[in-house]
């Protein structure tokens, strides 16, 4: 059997006829970017931040990493991938204070920092 899915669908907008925000209410004037040219300033800076950070991830493939978790915890292992939401990096030969695990996914909110040579 078929389970519908809801379509989430905006409230309608100030207008009565649109869907969407007042863009001239003051809670978006609030919050909101100041100027068109700000805003594009800021995507602009945001998508050179997130282009980089994705060729620093394609660089760390097959590197030995050592990553810095809580509670002063220093691990090393070589970088596999991550997934799409970067939420998990996938490393092999991952070097605890326990042991040597050969397989494991690190959760990326338990990871402080990370460091590897290019």
């Known amino acids: ?7 989430i669908r905006l409230p309608r907008g100030p207008d009565g006829i649109s ?6 209410s003051p809670r978006y004037l609030a919050l909101g970017p100041k100027d068109c040219g700000e805003l594009e300033k800021e995507q602009k800076a945001r998508t050179v931040m997130r282009e980089q950070y994705l ?6 493939v097959g590197q030995p990493i050592c990553f810095t978790m809580y509670e002063r915890v220093t691990v ?8 799409i939401d970067i939420l998990n ?3 092999s030969e991952l ?4 042991g040597v ?5 690190l959760r990326c909110p338990d990871i402080i920092s990370y460091t590897f040579h290019l």
């Not at 869907?19 to 001239?24: E, T």
């Not at 090393?76 to 997934?83: V, Y």
């Not at 070097?95 to 326990?98: A, I, K």
């Open 89 to 91: 990096f996938q490393v």
């Open 19 to 24: 869907r969407g925000f007042d863009l001239h």
């Open 55 to 60: 060729r620093s991830l394609l660089a760390m």
């Open 1 to 7: 059997m078929e389970v519908p899915v809801p379509v």
């Open 101 to 105: 695990q050969k397989e494991a996914l």
């Open 76 to 83: 090393t292992a070589c970088f596999g991938t991550s997934d």
């Open 95 to 98: 070097q605890t204070p326990l």
